[in-house]
């Protein structure tokens, strides 16, 4: 076979950023040059928008100092797209693919990324063109089935539970209510590692309020109250999706009961992320509803917003390293024959942190979403179990620990 | 002297806490033990509001090893206060102090804390009561007089320009208008401080607002259509304080504009930190404004908050050895005769970045902050000059690197 006949690969990045999402971009890059199997490896600029664009970088002029950078760089280095491709969509791609002899097509991606490239390969299969799609896990919302866990997820974590350390120490020394609303729209899993950094139960966070609970309004008050009542002062984490048990976003019963507008994006959907309406408005109910002895509380919010994803110099080291094992496991798995699938972490039993990367089939990593199971969660519905902890701390690649006078 | 003849010391800290305000506490009880000089050292909890309420930590007792994590903990270990005591709370100081033998007292804090230092120093003075009173100066707003910088201000520059190379990474990833609203009520320096990890001009922030400069609400649409229309992104570094050339606060400008309401500290002032109102009310001020081609980008606001003086892990080396140093050189300066002052860092002259610390007198630290100078402010108003990044660069230790693709 002359060199001119290998067969071509792209790969691709999509949906929202994390901080090692690109160490999945250059474990690709770094198995594809290993094999030498593979012509030519085209990176498609902004997702499946660069392919039907045809919008290509040439990764194999990419030395590798620069992709040593790369990989610890936060944010899609191929940037990235919002689109979920319909079939037509989908056709579109094939030819692209067909039209630039691609055998190989890498999807770094959540939920429906999964489903793009579920959708791609079912139409190469359609039309007989021999086609290799792999799926690379990417969230910081964690929500993928079949894997253990996202890469992307501990990164975020780490950072959620470093700044809720600080945080608390902030807290602890100028004493008050504070409010940090966390990204996660669905599920908990990045508001729950809030409470991974915690030392004992006098650190916060002293309340975790998480999609998968129903949120009540008037429980939230009396949360805060007992908590503030115990320690004289109260951090609470806040999932930017928590609902009532009607499943009516918090932001809209509370923008309803402070007589509030709330911004909503081109599909209708409530604006969560990039701005901080959520925390006002919690904050401003509180300060409302606290009365008697706990009347003028200082009472603050934050939202954490985009940093959540892509501050940078942070990552977790076990992320970086699996992140980057995921991407080259990827190219194996497809060079190895195998059609299709998604890389899928299996946590192996055992005292110690281990893991091994598995074959999972696309239609069971899309579009559906896995939610925090029931025993993450407390009974009372406002905090995390000791299981949680044992399942997120290693992701983490270890928190800051926090040294106290009293 | 008998050891009991020793007199004693106090160690407090006041205000908004730092990621290294503990460094410049370390400092003080490590000198402290070296000298030998000195009966107890107590820990005012929670600043001058423990000294009058006698409410005191014996820091003798702390080991080696717990210093040296409480150096590395952001936020005040002693707890803070907001307390800005008159004269009449400072007599209640002095008389403490004079009860409980204390011939020194450092007070870790701004330009109040500077203040209160100078009150305190003149009354022990009049009553004829021997006292060293030092002021170590913390402050992320790097707005006191005197000292080239504050301790406190090269890590919350580290954080801020660091959050801004990952965010503007996920901004080109994903291209829209994104907002990041920073700490400084009066002055600029924080904000300024975003520019630091650029590594060319197409790297964001493309705009920085900052309190020094008037604001224009028309002229911030046209900077950002301007930016736009040239790279097909913008990433906006806005002051919290920034205000309009009548000085009023642009968040109440906004706030009539968009016909929303604002909240109010205790004092009367409008509520900067702790909320993301300002950002908010840009971002829809903007998605109003943009019309024509510029309609419907995807706009976003992010408010730092208290992350900027919080986080952990994530400290300016150069900040923490120099924060730790000014916690030493008050102690050596007090046990050197000196009556009062308060340590400033002086820069020395040469290409690579040197200091030494000096005495200060507390008058002219107290109470007046210093503003950014217009050298370090392009003439339009919207951004840095290389002579800030010069200034400000060296105190970060350095910064990520970002890696790209194109």
Request: with cysteine; aromatic share 0%; glycine share 0%.
């Given at each position: 076979m002359s060199i001119a006949a290998k067969p071509n690969a792209v790969v691709g990045q999509s949906g929202g950023p994390t901080a090692v999402i690109n160490q999945s971009l250059v474990g690709v890059i770094e198995a594809v040059r290993r094999t030498g199997a593979i012509g030519k490896l085209l990176g498609a600029r902004h997702g499946v928008r660069g392919i039907i664009n045809q919008d290509f970088i040439d990764l194999d002029a990419v030395d590798k100092a620069m992709l040593d950078r790369v990989a610890d760089t936060p944010a899609a280095a191929l940037g990235s797209t919002r689109d979920k491709p319909d079939e037509q969509y989908c056709h579109k791609i094939v030819d692209v693919l067909a039209r630039k002899d691609v055998r190989y097509f890498f999807y770094i991606g959540g939920n429906d990324s999964a489903d793009t490239a579920r959708i791609v390969n079912e139409l190469a299969n359609k039309a007989g063109y021999e086609l290799h799609v792999f799926h690379i896990p990417k969230t910081i919302?964690?929500?993928?089935?079949?894997?253990?866990?996202?890469?992307g997820y501990g990164s975020a974590a780490r950072f959620v539970a470093s700044a809720f350390i600080g945080d608390d120490r902030d807290c602890a020394a100028l004493p008050g209510i504070k409010i940090n609303i966390i990204m996660g729209r669905h599920a908990g899993w990045l508001t729950a590692a809030a409470a991974l950094g915690r030392q004992d139960d006098k650190d916060g966070p002293h309340l975790v309020y998480v999609p998968e609970t129903p949120f009540s309004t008037k429980a939230f008050i009396e949360d805060v109250k007992r908590v503030y009542g115990k320690l004289g002062r109260c951090q609470i984490a806040v999932s930017e999706g928590i609902a009532d048990a009607g499943q009516t976003p918090i932001i809209a019963v509370l923008a309803r009961e402070l007589g509030r507008d709330v911004e909503r994006d081109s599909h209708g959907n409530i604006q969560l992320s990039g701005s901080g309406a959520l925390g006002d408005f919690l904050a401003d109910y509180l300060k409302a509803g606290l009365k008697g002895r706990y009347k003028s509380l200082r009472v603050r919010a934050d939202t954490f917003g985009y940093l959540q994803r892509s501050f940078p110099g942070f990552a977790s080291p076990v992320d970086q390293a699996e992140a980057r094992a995921c991407g080259a496991k990827a190219v194996e798995f497809a060079l190895a024959g195998d059609a299709d699938g998604s890389v899928a972490i299996r946590r192996l039993r055992g005292d110690k942190y281990r893991v091994d990367l598995v074959r999972a089939e696309l239609k069971d990593v899309a579009r559906v979403t896995k939610d925090m199971p029931r025993s993450y969660l407390n009974k009372a519905g406002n905090h995390v179990t000791k299981a949680f902890i044992n399942y997120a701390m290693p992701l983490t690649g270890g928190l800051p620990v926090s040294g106290k006078l009293f």
């Open positions: 919302d964690n929500d993928l089935r079949v894997t253990d866990h996202c890469p």
